[in-house]
């Protein structure tokens, strides 16, 4: 691996879009509840704190992908991985998996 390369990585413009549309679409989720080291928040909350993260962590971020794994996946304090709920489930999910099955979907339009 060559650190000399990761010094300069920032996501393209287009990755980038595809970045930002990915938290839209997490914003655009009424429905869900993302936990985050055991408390619950909105759609806007959860959106507003993975920007967070874009923008902090944005220099080690060259794909979606890597947004996903870095910035939305577990807090970087405690390692907790965050979960979602969806409306008319229980059931909680990794947020990583369900980000990448939305990205792949943007991906696929």
């Not at 996946?73 to 099955?101: N, Q």
């Amino acid at each position: 691996m060559c650190l000399v390369g990761l010094a300069a990585a920032t996501p393209s413009p287009s990755e980038d879009k595809v970045i930002q549309t990915l938290i839209q679409r997490v914003e655009n989720k009424n429905d869900m509840v993302f936990v985050r080291n055991g408390n619950e928040y909105n759609a806007t909350d959860a959106a507003s704190h993975m920007r967070s993260k874009y923008d902090h962590f944005k220099a080690e971020i060259v794909t979606a992908e890597d947004f996903i794994e870095r910035c939305a996946t577990r807090s970087e304090m405690t390692k907790v991985a965050y979960k979602v709920k969806l409306a008319g489930t229980t059931a909680l999910r990794e947020s990583g998996d369900f980000l990448r099955d939305e990205l792949r979907k943007l991906r696929q339009h």
